[in-house]
């Protein structure tokens, strides 16, 4: 059990995991504590953020083939250890 209830865990709503996608942009959306610092990143690309609800959601453009974005979520100034998501998203188009 953990000492301390007011860290709400970071949730990816959309995508799922290893989507394909035939868009060169994604929808990166989910949930974390209200004023978290939201950094997603992937090799081509670099968002930061800070969420006014505790729903955010990113346009995040994706390379062709496999792109890797990492989610970090800071829930507040003196957390120095980040939660942390790892999507795999496949952009293939036709």
Partial sequence: ISK????MP??????????I???NTIKISGKIKKGSLIIIESPV???VLTNKQE?????FPLARGENLITVRAYVDRT???PQIKTLKIYYLNE
């Fill in 21 to 23: 996608s035939e868009e």
């Fill in 10 to 19: 970071l949730e990816i709503k959309e995508p799922g995991d290893r989507k």
């Fill in 55 to 59: 729903s955010f959601n990113v346009d």
């Fill in 45 to 47: 690309s670099q968002e």
């Fill in 4 to 7: 301390n209830n007011n860290i």
């Fill in 79 to 81: 957390q120095t250890i």
